[in-house]
């Protein structure tokens, strides 16, 4: 159980610091019309880090059967996706507190580009959207699903022995 704790905490931490990179390298701000699309790249890291907790597992373990595969990418996965959450109130309250309202307004201008006819509704809306409890969801959500995903693959694909 230690193993899997350790390598959730290691793909939560790279995810946060993910986040950073981004804010640093100006996709919270200069560049945030890419965002969307960059940000996506981040699954990478559970996507990669979840089978290899799990092959490190099996170095441990003797017979290292479909279940006992399947609970530690669950254990993974959930210890990452509570330090995600984590990062992402750290990042809204320390890192970048105005990004909801950045984000707000790159949307609405999105919106208005686009030639919807009602901006002002577009914007009251992603003011809405943007905002830290909805981001908690996200991660939350988000990397369940992606870790629970990854977990069923990897625990179908890495064999029982070595």
């Known amino acids: 159980m230690q193993l899997e704790i350790k390598y959730g905490l290691y793909i939560g931490l790279l995810m946060f610091l993910w986040t950073v990179v981004e804010y640093l390298v100006g996709l919270h701000s200069t560049y945030i019309r890419y965002y969307q699309i960059i940000t996506l790249l981040a699954f990478l890291i559970p996507i990669v880090g979840i089978p290899l907790g799990m092959l490190a597992k099996r170095r441990l373990v003797i017979d290292y059967k479909f279940p006992d595969r399947f609970r530690s990418g669950i254990v993974i996965t959930v210890v990452f996706m509570l330090v995600c959450t984590m990062g992402v109130i750290a990042y809204f309250y320390l890192v970048n507190p105005d990004w909801n309202a950045k984000m707000a307004q ?42 629970t995903v990854v977990t069923m693959i990897a625990s179908s694909v890495i064999k029982r022995k070595i």
């Open 106 to 147: 790159q949307s609405a201008q999105n919106y208005k580009e686009m030639g919807f006819e009602q901006p002002g509704h577009a914007a009251a809306y992603a003011k809405e959207y943007f905002n830290e409890g909805t981001f908690m969801k996200q991660s939350l959500i988000g990397n369940l699903i992606v870790g």
